[in-house]
Every structure is written in C-alpha cells, then in structure tokens.
C-alpha cells in the first residue's frame, strides 16, 4: 500500500479543507498519513486517518519574535540571532526528515501555505521514490496585472482599479520588504527562503516564485486548487502548475455526526411549521476579543430581526450566543461544534465571514449566501466572487442596520435567481468535479480511483 502523507497549515480550517481529497485517496487505497500539531490530533485520527505529531515552529513566518513572551530589545536580539543560525530551519528539517525516515511515503503534499518546507525536506528524501506536490486549500494567490488580488474586494471587471491596484501592492510590498531587511540585518523571511532554496539541492528548473500572497511557490510542481476554476477571477498569464481540481468536499465527517444527533428533531420541527432558517457562523479566526468585539453590533441586531419575525429560526455556534446572551428563545439554536454540511440542508440564508470551506459547502446545498469579510484575508476576495457571481451579498459588519440586514433577507429570499445562479453553476461543474478531477489526479497518482 502506498503512503500519502499531508503537511497542512496547522489551523481548523485548512485541515478541514483537505479531508476531503484524504478521503478519495483512502478509498482508492492509499494509507493517508497527516503531520499535525498535538492540538488538532483527535480532529485528524476521529476521521480514521493517520496522525503523526509535529509541532515545530512555521520556517521563515515570524516565529523568532512570536514565540518570544516579551517584545522587547532582548526578545528582538534573540529572534535576530535565530534567524542568523537559522534555528527554526535546522529543527524543523531534522524534524521532518524523521518522520521520512520513519514512514517513506511514496508521495508527499504540502499545503500551498507552507511550500517552503519542500526545500527542508527535498535533499533528506529518495527523490527517485518520493514525488512531491502541493495542495491549495485557498484560491490562487498568483499577483498578477489583470487579476484582483487573493485579499482584494475588487471583481474582474474593475480592471483600471485592478491594475493601479496591483503597482500600489507591489510598491507596499517592496518598501515592507526593506524595512524587515534593514530590521534583521538581511535575515528577512525571503532572504532565508532563498537560502533554505540554495541548500535544498533543487533543479534549477524548479524557480522560487515570489510573486504570490502569503506565500511563495516553487514553478514546475503541480498545486492542486480545491475549487472549480469557474469560481476563481482567472488571469490570461495563469501559471500551468495551478490545477483547478473542484471543490472535494467531506460530507461524511464522523465527529460531526453525534452532535448533529441532538439537534435535528428541533430542525425537523422548524421545517414542517414553514418558517426560514438563517444559520450564522464566522469561522474559526473569530477567537479574538477583537472580532467578537465587531461582531457583537451585528448579531444583537440579528437577533432582534428574528425576534420581531415568528417566521424565522436562527442557528449559531454557542460562542457567539454567549455574547449576545439568546438563552431562552426556542427559535434560536446554539452549538458547541456547528456541523455545517449536516445542518446546511434545512437552511435558507447562510451568514458568513467567506471563508472559502463555507462558501463551498453552501454551493454545495444551493444555499445563497450573505458575506460579511472582516478581516484582510481571503476572505475578502471570496467575497467579491460570491456577490460578482450572483450567489449571494456582501455586507459590512460595521455599517450595517437593521433596516439594510432586514433587505438583504428578504431580497435573498424573494428573489429566485440566487438558488437559480447556484444550480447552474454546480451543474455546469458537476462533470468537473468528477472526470476532470479523476483525470488530473490520476496523472499524478496512478492508483487514484473515484469510488
């Protein structure tokens, strides 16, 4: 049996983003085998996959002065002095040429996110044996002229703005650039990534492509795109490693199932009396007083929406009800752990901050969508796309009323044409999502079998 093994940004939602071609390649019969931090072990083991712990600090992302308790003189002497010995590269190398040397997988997937940590492990590896290729649980982070940045509320068709757009970008980012370099004495993250990429031993055909956000990439190595391309705003410069392979959702989630259990009759009970269910979630990011501290406005005036309107019910993870205080009204539903593709199929409006695993599940259901991106991520890109493309509406968290909130509802529900968009977008990509993806895949792994 072939081994697969997934190095994922260690965060929820990236992992939760790549079950779902993990799952394709265990029933085509490889053994998947996941390096993750201890924290999100059980999340990783509970869906029957492998995990292997792994807990080194991120190369080349600012770790030196995070995981310092103190940002002072001292903490920045310590943080220059492990970029100048490159502490963070030697450790988490060893690290993972151990976990090489242990399991030998055949095949080796890196999220896009951390594409550096091929030039760790690519001189440890049989490279005869082992191929390697990346995975991208976002969308195409490629800068190009013609194409609205991956954090960028702008849509295809603003194609000035794009372009100035794109020149401000690039100065911001050179000017940034200067200013880490002169802080760390030339020690910056890309001055260590192009170290880390002499050392690696890589055909020179394999080039560091910087122009990209959040990350770079290494040209000539297929990245896997979990979306359909039909979503994405496409560039006529597309580079030829980016494969559009669909959207690859795990509906199947086995630590959803048991709190999914304690909820569906109340969700039973609300379909059958005819009233509309809004479901609310932010992602994982909202854990800070910060965005709690945003997102608390909106919600009370959410609630008070449904609270004047007996045809409504509303669910919500329990962490948001706690700070808006919504105990005792039968009509709101709080939970622990919100299991979105279990509870997707009894909503009609789905709020959300545009994360792309939300977006895609609510395509997913034919569900349309209300957007409020509020921090500078993807988010705000998916966002656009989500309103260009007529699945749903961009809000904005800090100037919305009452009275706005009440329009966009009723304009999602009475308007047909956002279910309708959405239908004939899955059935234009349904063929996608099926023999092209087995195709591309296939080309790659050739034991891969759609079930």
Known sequence: M?????LVYPTFSHLMATFGIADYFRSSGYKVVYLIPRNLLNLVSDEGFEAYEFNDLLFARDNEELSLPKKNFTGYLKALLSRIDMMIYHKRKKSLTDFYNRFKPEYFIFDSYLAVDLLLVYNCVNVAQTRFCFVNTMLSPSIFIDKPALNSSLNES?????????????????FRRVGVF??????????LIRLAYKLSGLPKEHKLLKKRLFSVAISGIPEFILMPSEFDYLSNERRPEEIYVGSKIYLTRRSECLTFRDIQPRLYEIRRAGMKVILVSFGTLVTDKEGLRIIKPFLLKLINFISLRPEFALILPANLGKIVNVSGDNRIIQMDFLPQVLVLPYVDIFINHGGLNSIKESLFFNVPMLVYPFQDTDAKGNASKVSHREFGIIGNLKTETEILL?????????????????????LNTLYYDQKYFQTKLGAFFPNFRIQ
């Open 406 to 426: 009440s329009k966009k509802i009723s304009c999602l529900l009475r308007d047909s044409k956002w279910v309708n968009n959405i239908k004939r977008f899955n």
């Open 182 to 191: 002169i802080r760390y004495l030339g020690n910056d993250n890309l001055s």
């Open 158 to 174: 603003q194609l000035s703005i794009i372009r100035f757009d794109y020149f401000f970008r690039s100065f911001r980012r050179i």
């Open 2 to 6: 072939d081994t697969i093994s997934f």
